[in-house]
């Protein structure tokens, strides 16, 4: 469906990642991990790019968008948002989705390709889904954690899913891994790797190193889903 709309809320995740939110119209319907296209307006021009639903379906009042503010123009635009201001709305589209379907479920992310992930993962908390979910979710560094405290949150109401946390630079008193996701890493994590589906975002590069590393694990082709975020 597409409809006009208005800035709800904007919400900032970290010192570069905004959440934008608008009112989410009762008849709208999406599967967690779905995307939309976003209109908005620069200078009187209609401007526009396509971005992930970062809310869950389950989650009724708005939906959301989460953006890296990269420093391009339409990273700009955006960062000049206020709530009121017009926008327009296409949604949903894709097909990179999990709404509790398969068992056990392996997501490899990092960055800003958690915002599919925390759809899918809230959607199965809020519905008590019975899927078994690890998360492996790789930063820079702490501060570029985004979502932590929520996925912290729904680890904690969720005994089927484990959310496990790796950066390359981190404080003294880190405690969760260092360095990039590797093999050892999923096989400690996800023992059962052989019988799981897994899903994997985020930039271009990070997902094919993921989609390599998976294949070199003697892991199902057909058991991967992958989709990338190229910056802009």
Known sequence: MEFETQVKNV???NYNVKSFRFPRPVSMDFKPGQFMFVTIRNDGREIQKHFTISSSPTEKEFIEFTKKLTGHPFSNVLEKLRVGDWAKIDAPHGDFTFSGEFKRVGMLTGGIGI??????CKYCTDSNRDSKITLLYSNHSEKDIIFREELESMQKQNRNLKVIFTTDEHS????GYTGRIDADMVKKEIPDYLETRFYTCGPPSMVEAMN???KDMKVNEEHIRKEDFPGY
């Open 11 to 13: 919400l900032s995740r």
């Open 115 to 120: 915002t599919p992930l925390r759809s899918m």
């Open 212 to 214: 390599n590393l998976l």
């Open 172 to 175: 003294a008193d880190w405690n």
